[in-house]
């Protein structure tokens, strides 16, 4: 029985929170309070079913990589619930105290209020999105034998990062590295996850190894999202199996993380970055500088979650300048998008696309034209600058509606959930999880999705997947 249809009404209580914040934007910290609660609410009435009840295949605790978990939980989660810390920052707090009086900038709190109705109207719109489209169970057909699922699944691992290493190689094709390197992170981990409760020692092993490469490489890549992700995989793989044991481990594990990686990754950019140290010494300094580190005399922490956590600050400067100093995009972006797709080795002399996506950074005032840093603007400012609250609208529903889509077609051509979603969805489109510019985000699920076809026509054609 495919999942029932949710009455109208149901999806208009969904963007309440915002209209309500919106109607009190007079008060800006009760209009942030309403904003940032409400995507708590949106939460609840999602992932609950209230909205619209949850795919009954499977269990909960098995479709947790579906779209209206993960996608959502880690994308609006991000985008919507992380500010807490900057709206702190802007009220006068310091490492969760306010030291006595402190002046508010209201120009700069009002900023904050705006965007984070923005985050309310993002995540309402999405969830939207993924909801009209979220029909289940998919009619199979294609199906695998079950019974060499683990098997197969170390196969796609151990064949996957060869692949990305030889796509690392060849000018033109290096897109398709980040797409092979993640399918065979998540194909390995999934196969871990596989092999631990039915006791299979060997591929246990080979599985694990396979994880603490992938995680070394993770600690030397400078990133902290890299880290976060292979534990919360691994967890999240884990977590039908053993319920009791993830939550009470992997949870404050996740925790641990937070609080250690701000200072962690400090010192290793400060060691390997300069060219002091090579990334292993780097990371060893980082280590010890992380453990034997005084929280209280630490202040990466407060700064990482005020300023690096969320990308709200960004958000208010494009708010401050569109459409006052320069005027909003329109198609524009969507084109350059286009031309994005196209590849390199097809196109020598195409546009660099981070040079494209910075011109509207250099335009907005957001950072010197002169300076060395890079910064991209996130999916919803870039929905944000196409057409403001109308055009976040649009392109937040559009985005929740592809993903939902796109995981559709795994299960439909992967024979179900486990291959479909947890292995080709969350390998090839993991970049959905967080969205990134139009530009990259297009280019990488467009030929994700090229590299998902091409797959199932090579599994078809070697038996793996037959017909239903």
């Known amino acids: 029985m495919r999942t029932n249809q949710a009455p109208l009404e149901r999806f208009i209580v969904l963007f309440l929170p915002w209209g309500l914040s919106f109607l009190l934007k007079g008060d800006p910290v009760l209009s942030y ?27 909960i605790a098995g479709q947790l990589m579906r779209p209206i978990f993960l996608v959502q939980i880690i994308f609006a989660g991000y985008m919507a619930c992380t500010s807490i810390f900057y709206f702190m920052d802007v009220m006068g707090y310091e490492n969760f105290v306010k030291p006595g009086y402190i ?11 705006q965007c984070q109705r923005y985050y ?10 993924i909801l009209v489209f979220m029909q289940y169970p998919v ?18 691992a151990v064949v996957s ?60 890549s400078g990133f902290k999202e890299p880290i976060i992700i292979s534990v919360m995989v691994l967890g999240i793989f884990l977590y039908s199996s053993y319920k009791k044991a993830v939550t009470f481990t992997f949870i404050p594990l996740l925790l641990l993380l937070f609080i250690l990686l701000p200072t962690y990754n400090r010192v290793f950019r400060q060691n ?8 292993t010494e780097a990371s060893q300094l980082a280590l010890d500088a992380t453990l034997n580190s005084d929280p209280d005399d630490d202040d990466s922490n407060w700064s990482f979650l005020v300023n690096r956590l969320s990308e709200i600050d960004m958000f208010t400067h494009f708010v401050q300048s569109t459409p006052k100093q320069v005027d909003y995009y329109g198609l524009t972006l969507l084109k350059q998008s286009g ?16 040079e494209m996506i910075m011109e509207r950074v250099y335009n907005a005032g957001v950072i010197n034209r002169f300076s060395n840093v890079s910064a991209k603007p996130a999916f919803i400012v870039d929905a944000y600058l196409s057409g403001g609250a109308l055009g976040i609208i649009l392109c937040l529903f559009v985005y929740g509606a592809v993903a ?58 070697t038996h793996i997947l037959q017909k239903a």
């Open 33 to 59: 309070l309403i904003a940032w609660l409400g995507s708590f609410l949106i939460f609840w009435l999602t992932l609950s079913g209230w909205v619209k009840p949850l795919p009954a295949d499977r269990s």
């Open 103 to 113: 002046l508010v900038d209201h120009e700069k709190l009002l900023l904050t209020a």
């Open 120 to 129: 309310c109207l993002g995540h309402a719109a999405m969830v939207l999105g």
């Open 139 to 156: 009619k199979k057909i294609y199906q695998v034998d079950t019974q060499k699922l683990a098997n197969l699944l170390m196969l796609f």
């Open 161 to 220: 990062f060869p692949v990305s290493i030889l796509f690392l190689k060849v000018p033109g094709l290096s897109q398709f590295y980040n797409q092979f390197n993640s399918l065979s992170f998540i194909a390995g981990t999934l196969a871990l996850a596989f092999a631990i409760p039915l006791k299979k020692v060997g591929n246990t092993l080979i599985c694990l190894g396979f994880y603490c490469f992938n995680f070394y490489q993770s600690l030397l």
């Open 272 to 279: 390997a970055w300069s060219g002091n140290s090579n990334a």
């Open 339 to 354: 031309t994005a797709i196209i590849p390199r080795i097809f196109w020598p002399t195409k546009p660099i696309t981070e």
């Open 404 to 461: 939902q889509l796109i995981a559709l077609q795994a299960e439909k051509l992967f024979g179900g959930y486990i291959l479909g979603t947890a292995l080709i969805f969350s390998g090839l489109f993991q970049i959905m999880w967080r969205g990134l510019s139009f530009e990259f985000l297009i280019n990488s699920v467009f030929w994700s999705y090229i590299t998902m076809l091409i797959i199932h026509k090579i599994l078809t054609a």
